[in-house]
């Protein structure tokens, strides 16, 4: 058997919701390990689905991860020809394939602009739209194409991906739907 590689450890420790998320599920396996003698049927449906919720679960914050590091602090940072000052970290929602998450981002001002609007470099980075990932909203777009909001939620739900009601499908599903109906010369 083979053990955690020590950088491995430091990444997972250095990221507390991951390890909550990892320790989570790794609890959840010991549980049915020690009570594998009283299995049955049933009670295999309920490990099993709350697997299903913990791997979901680590998938959310392994991918709040890969945003993260691609978020700047920086005291300024340039996009295009103009340079932004930072402002804040800011607390937003992140649709992910696994579900949503919370994640603390940089804001930035144009410089020398007062109340103007801001900027979330992790936004331009990753290829966040209306907070979703790219691979979120490919899977909104993709359920929003075969059915209707509602069924898609359901089905969502069933696969143990949270933080997609059928207000939130809806709303940005139709959001990628008209930026992808303006850049349609484009692409």
Known sequence: MSAIAPELLDLVNGAPELCGALQRLLEHIAKAKTHKSAMTPTT????????MER?????????????????SSAP?????????????RSPTAVYT???????????????????????????????LFEDLTPGAASLTGFLLALTTSRE?????????????SRSTLER????????????RDVM
């Open 172 to 183: 940005k599903g139709h959001a990628v739907g008209e930026r992808l109906e303006q850049e």
């Open 76 to 88: 300024q940072v340039r996009y295009g020809q103009k340079l932004f000052n930072f402002i804040e």
């Open 152 to 164: 898609a939620e359901a089905v969502l739900k069933k696969l143990a991906i949270r933080g997609f």
């Open 97 to 127: 394939p696994f579900g949503c998450g919370t994640l603390m981002r940089g804001l930035y001002r144009q410089a020398g602009v007062h109340n103007g609007p801001t900027l979330a470099p992790v936004q331009l980075r990753c290829g």
């Open 44 to 51: 295999f449906a309920e490990l099993e689905k709350g697997l």
């Open 55 to 71: 791997v979901m679960e680590l998938g959310v914050q392994a991918e709040l991860e890969l945003v993260r590091a691609a978020d």
